[in-house]
């Protein structure tokens, strides 16, 4: 219901701004895009610099090898009931062009290669996708990234072995921007070289973990973005495309003496050598390396070696290990689920800089009916405590804790899912569960022996569950 409102009131406003500046061709069309776009699947970036991850990244969120698409450097996956590719040239209109199956990803036509130096090539993939049909990815480039995905995502993933002054520069970029944008809703910070940790063992993939857990605890990071996800995307790459001949090749390996098989696990060399491990051809050691990296095989061995006899099992244990199925439940929670309040928020910028710039008699007016919309915005103020809440910068008794996450649409955002009641609720049990809801988050909120944030938290739990309430009420018609 909450969500409802927002997504309500934002499209008024868009189709308000469309006919007051329908004689104006540029905003006219600036806000027929926007249109399109409040009405089409969330768009999410992947984006890092150069060996950041990003394409393969991609991959393992598709589970296909789709990326990296050469020569082009700004990439949109979205769903299609066949493969199918475009070049978007810097001048000019978008044409069609063949796309290749490579080893290494898709390949586009050579007419599309880039049409000067410096001017990035930019293209749209049509790919059957389960995924890819309510969210489409961008893969891009850091360079690029700021200037050019800030504006057109609704999301991003940011990639980065490690935060550095590159990283801090894109989050306040998205930071520095006017009206809605100041609220940091739609990053997620995501450090992908945690197989270098403990070279690829259980323990030390944990212990990246563990780090990620203590940055996203920061303030000054917290402020900036959503989460922070350690996580190797080559390893949940291999765990979401397993092959049987690679499952078969690495318990053959595990079945060997350990004495025998782990002076060859010692580096890539050692591994790859044709006179190694004559139970694997050296063929398929090159391409274990490839698809897993020295520290991914080492994974994978240890885990054939304790219990993970079957290729499904061992596919679903490199998934948990590598990072990649923490990233995909935050991505769920605080993206996919709330798609309403981050694509609203991109509107709701394009239509701030669209008022303030392009001025007319009414502009003032509608300015302010967005300045108050984004003020009372409830979905944005629900996901920045979601985000606290996860990352521990606000921590609440665990009593409650579950409680509040559940109602501020952590574990899915339908009135069932908030009130964690069942399908077949009667109107009266779904009223009571509200009402007794909200009397227990009133309390909540004016406890004595609550920290400052803690009832600061409440607060906003309270406001949900009365907004929750009003929808209700309005349903019975008691308002």
């Not at 970036?45 to 598709?62: E, F, H, K, Y």
């Not at 290749?100 to 599309?112: C, F, I, K, N, Y």
């Not at 389960?130 to 850091?142: A, F, K, S």
């Not at 060859?264 to 190694?276: C, V, Y």
């Amino acid at each position: 219901m909450i969500s409802e409102d927002l997504e309500k009131r934002t499209h008024d406003l868009l189709v308000k701004a469309a006919h007051v500046y329908r004689e104006h061709p540029r905003a006219a069309a600036r806000l027929r895009q926007t249109m399109d776009r409040f009405a089409g699947p969330l768009r999410v970036a992947v984006a890092g610099g150069a060996r950041s991850g990003r394409s393969t990244l991609v991959n393992a969120l598709v589970g296909e090898d789709v990326a990296p698409l050469e020569p082009a450097v700004f990439v949109t996956y979205r769903d299609g009931t066949q493969p199918r590719a475009w070049c978007h040239p810097e001048q000019g209109r978008p044409y069609e062009v063949p796309v290749a199956r490579s080893p290494e990803g898709l390949r586009l036509g050579v007419d599309t290669a880039v049409p000067a130096a410096g001017a990035p090539a930019r293209a749209v993939v049509q790919w059957p996708s389960r995924v890819l049909r309510r969210t489409e990815l961008i893969d891009t480039g850091l360079p690029v990234a700021a200037g050019r995905v800030l504006p057109e995502a609704d999301a991003v993933l940011l990639l980065a072995p490690r935060i550095g002054e590159p990283e801090w520069e894109f989050l306040r970029a998205g930071r520095g921007m006017r009206g809605p944008a100041a609220v940091p809703i739609h990053a997620i910070m995501v450090l992908t070289m945690a197989d270098t940790h403990g070279d690829g063992q259980p323990s030390g993939l944990l212990e990246a973990r563990r780090i990620a857990r203590r940055r996203r605890r920061e303030p000054s990071l917290g402020a900036l973005c959503q989460d922070v996800v350690a996580m190797s995307p080559l390893i949940g790459h291999a765990a979401r495309t397993l092959r049987d001949a690679e499952f078969r090749a690495l318990t053959a390996i595990a079945a060997l003496p350990r004495a025998e098989a782990d002076p060859f696990l010692l580096s890539t060399d050692r591994f790859s050598a044709a006179a190694s491990l004559p139970v694997v051809d050296p063929r398929m050691r090159q391409a274990l390396l490839r698809r897993f990296g020295l520290g991914g095989i080492r994974l994978a061995l240890t885990l054939a070696r304790t219990g993970s006899t079957t290729r499904s099992g061992l596919a679903d244990k490199l998934h948990e290990y590598s990072g990649l199925k923490d990233l995909q439940t935050s991505v769920a929670e605080l993206f996919t689920a709330r798609r309403s309040a981050l694509k609203a928020r991109s509107a709701l910028i394009v239509l701030d800089q669209l008022f303030r710039t392009e001025l007319l008699p009414p502009s003032a007016q509608l300015l302010a009916e967005l300045e108050l919309l984004v003020a009372g915005a409830h979905d944005f103020t629900e996901l920045r405590l979601l985000s606290a809440l996860r990352s521990g910068r606000v921590e609440l008794p665990k009593e409650v804790a579950l409680e509040a996450h559940r109602l501020l649409g952590g574990a899915g955002t339908s009135l069932g899912e908030r009130l964690a009641l069942a399908t077949e609720a009667t109107t009266t049990e779904i009223w009571t569960t509200a009402v007794t809801s909200t009397e227990r988050w009133r309390q909540e909120s004016t406890l004595a022996d609550r920290t400052p944030a803690q009832r600061r938290a409440a607060a906003v739990v309270l406001r949900s569950c009365e907004a929750l309430q009003a929808g209700l009420a309005a349903t019975r018609g008691d308002l």
